[in-house]
């Protein structure tokens, strides 16, 4: 999950535009022109820079709060607060962890841990506190794979991943933003939108199967807030085919934090949770 001072001049467009499609309004560079990849580069090292540079590649662990809301049909329902926990991977820690906890009240409240290929969920309205199930540790490792903060941070220079200056993007009349592909196999490639003067990330769209087919998903990114030297999106937007399924509004941001390692432990039972 992760938290997000004044709209950036494509926001309003984008709030209310459909997903986004290349093809229809981009000037598309030459995909044969090596030039490109080292573009490509450039952009996301701008990108790297425009978060808080060594600041944002350095932090190790995240706390976060704020209002998360399910969208149901592209219509919102009621925001529920949430509270994030992330520990990032390093030479001592090799596993990321993230616990998130939604709602306040017991009877309400909801849990999810995550850490390496393991996981647990506790429901309060449910009273069941149970590991996940391997479909579901999969999924999460999945969307990691597509998480704005793990690409920036490192996940564009591992072994085997290819970037590219894709083009540009029109973001509303006369406006146009860089695009950067980002190919992480021959079957997945993320294209990345960057605001040409800032050069701050303002929508990630990707496509992958789900039960229905091929899913074309983007995630939008609104209103950054300096936290601690790291600049992060006050709103987050995300959509499926199209149609929002959630947006996540931070209030506050920390890093560095020192968080327990007792977090992520499973408890003995539903008792503990008070």
């Known amino acids: 999950m992760s938290r997000y ?12 535009a459909g997903l986004v499609v290349f093809a229809a ?8 022109d090596p030039q490109n990849i080292e573009r490509g580069a450039e952009l ?3 990108a790297i820079a425009a978060r808080g540079g060594e600041r944002y590649l350095q932090f190790k662990t995240l706390r976060a709060t704020g209002q998360y809301t399910p969208f149901d049909q592209g219509m919102s329902t009621i925001p529920i607060p949430f509270l994030d926990y992330i520990v990032y991977p390093d030479q ?14 017991k009877k309400d409240r909801r849990i999810q841990v995550n850490f390496g290929n393991q996981g647990w969920v506790y429901d309060g309205e449910a009273q069941t506190l149970k590991d996940q199930t391997e479909k579901q ?3 999460f490792l999945e969307n990691l794979t597509y998480d704005l903060d793990r690409l920036l941070r490192g996940g564009w220079q591992e072994p085997g991943v290819e970037v590219r200056f894709w083009g540009r993007a029109e973001t509303r009349p006369g406006e146009r933003a860089d695009v950067v592909v980002i190919k992480l196999d021959p079957q997945r490639s993320l294209y990345l939108m960057l605001d040409r003067f800032t050069h701050l990330p303002l929508t990630l769209s990707y496509e992958k199967p789900t039960e229905k087919g091929l899913s074309k998903y983007e995630v939008r990114f609104f209103q950054y807030v300096t936290y601690d030297g790291v600049k992060f999106p006050n709103i987050v937007d995300f959509y499926r085919d199209g149609v929002q399924l959630s947006r996540v509004n931070y209030e506050n941001v920390e ?3 020192k968080i327990d390692d007792s977090l992520f432990v499973k408890p003995d039972s539903i008792k503990a949770f008070k």
Not at 5 to 16: F, N
Not at 25 to 32: E, F, S, T, V
Not at 92 to 105: I, N
Request: charged share 35%.
């Open 92 to 105: 001592g820690r090799p596993e990321f962890k993230e616990r998130t906890e939604f709602g306040k009240k």
């Open 25 to 32: 309004w981009a000037q598309r560079a030459d995909p044969d």
């Open 255 to 257: 890093i560095n934090v």
């Open 44 to 46: 996301l090292r701008a």
């Open 137 to 139: 540790i999969a999924e």
């Open 5 to 16: 001072l004044k709209l950036w001049r494509v926001t309003l467009w984008l709030t209310v």
